[in-house]
């Protein structure tokens, strides 16, 4: 019998769903709403959209390079310590950029202390707890944990433009800073929880008795080098730098793309909170469809809409068809990360799961920064984005491509284990359709 209940209540396990998606409300908020500062900051301090499209790059960049490290940490010391640590640097750093009045002093607390928080606080620590926490229903469960994402985006962006119209961008800086200070780091801390076992729990969806396969499960698994030589995981990865790279537009250039089209802040800002409204039904939806069909067909056809919206975009030429390309982008938006990680899981087990998704995970923020740098660079030498837009859209169906061509294993037996691929040993990891699996 599956032990999914806390003596007759709630799973913990869910409840812990909310610490997590709380942080990433947080860190995606501040991370989404760049593109609010982007203007007002160029405007007041003389820097050219090129120039602060650059320390958002390094950022992106930096959190990326950082990834694999983190991944490791949270193999040795726990996901608890490393993500309350990156909350702290991340509310920090943003209390720093609010009073940043040189380029070099921006370019240290926004594109460095606040790249080491967020990679601190990444979605690596989410697909490592969530996999140990859920038998059953794991990529839903990585969804809920991901929809703080797009709950930031939802919220933070909209808010942040209307602090930026009312108080000064200086200010909304301050107000993001510490709410992550003040209210984000006590949740995490109170809340999170690395394993069930912490709280006396059994995973939800184990079943009773099965103790020593899941111990074995969380100890086996393949390394870091067999796991990176496996081409599945490569096509997975190319996927995330395609992610990172169309993300780096909306998060980054959108609202200024808007404003070049007339079209109010306000209005821009809630444009871009469509993408996060959309994200959430979007997300939950590819998770639920995740566990019940080929992960890999669902993955590819986020990758496609990717691709489509920015063709939407392309086409723009008011706000109805920019809210059309923020519906199709909103739906692909916080889908990737939960999809390829639960892949991913399934490929490689448990015991190395954080470093070597970690480093998966490092060329989505690299793909992320050269997008951001690249857009501004095209938009100060051609004074437009249709270039960059272009780029978007052919990158996004490459990966659509890519991704239909991964290998996924049977969640039924062992049979869709990859035979040219050097395995350690079997494997039993636990199956997203319940139970376990021969790896």
Request: hydrophobic fraction near 50%; charge should be positive.
């Amino acid at each position: 019998m599956s032990r999914e209940v806390d003596v007759g209540r709630l799973y913990y396990g869910w409840v812990m769903l909310f610490s997590i998606a709380l942080m990433t409300f947080a860190s995606s908020g501040s991370r989404f709403s760049f593109g609010v500062f982007l203007v007002p900051m160029s405007e007041d301090l003389h820097w050219g959209r090129d120039q602060l499209a650059l320390a958002a790059s390094v950022n992106l960049i930096l959190a990326g390079l950082l990834r694999a490290v983190v991944g490791f940490g949270v193999d040795r010391y726990g996901s608890k310590a490393v993500v309350i640590t990156g909350v702290f640097l991340c509310g920090v750093s943003l209390l720093l950029t609010s009073v940043a009045r040189e380029l070099w002093q921006f370019y240290l607390a926004y594109g460095v202390l606040l790249a080491i928080g967020f990679a601190f606080a990444s979605p690596v620590v989410v697909t490592t707890v969530v996999s140990k926490w859920f038998v059953k229903r794991r990529s839903l469960a990585m969804s809920i944990g991901s929809t703080g994402a797009a709950l930031g985006q939802l919220v933070t962006v909209p808010m942040a433009m209307l602090a930026v119209i009312t108080v000064g961008y200086e200010n909304a800086y301050r107000v993001i800073g510490l709410f992550m200070l003040l209210i984000v780091m006590p949740v995490g801390y109170f809340l999170f929880f690395d394993k069930p076992s912490d709280k006396g729990l059994e995973p939800y969806g184990a079943e009773a008795g099965d103790a020593k396969r899941r111990a074995a499960a969380g100890n086996l698994g393949m390394t870091l080098k067999e796991a990176m030589r496996n081409p599945d995981i490569w096509k997975l990865t190319v996927g995330f730098f395609a992610c990172g790279f169309t993300m780096s537009f909306a998060s980054t250039h959108f609202i200024a793309f808007a404003e070049d089209m007339d079209i109010e802040p306000m209005a821009a800002a809630n444009a871009l909170g469509i993408v996060g409204a959309c994200s959430l039904v979007g997300g939950v939806t590819a998770g639920y469809l995740g566990d019940r069909f080929s992960r890999k067909n669902v993955l590819a056809c986020v990758y496609l809409l990717r691709g489509l919206s920015f063709i939407v975009m392309l086409q723009a030429n008011g706000l109805a068809a920019l809210y059309l390309a923020s519906f199709i982008l909103g739906i692909s938006w916080t889908s990737t990360g939960p999809l390829t990680s639960a892949i991913t899981a399934d490929k490689v087990g448990l015991k190395n799961l954080g470093s070597i998704f970690g480093t998966m995970y490092t060329i989505m923020p690299i793909g992320t920064g050269v997008g951001a740098y690249l857009a501004g660079a095209i938009y100060e030498s051609r004074h437009s984005y249709e270039l960059s837009l272009i780029l978007s859209a052919a990158i996004g169906l490459i990966a659509a491509v890519m991704v239909f061509g991964v290998r996924e294993p049977d969640r039924g037996s062992s049979k869709g284990k990859d035979e040219r691929q050097p395995q350690p040993q079997p494997v039993l990891v636990p199956s997203l359709a319940g139970g376990e699996q021969a790896r």
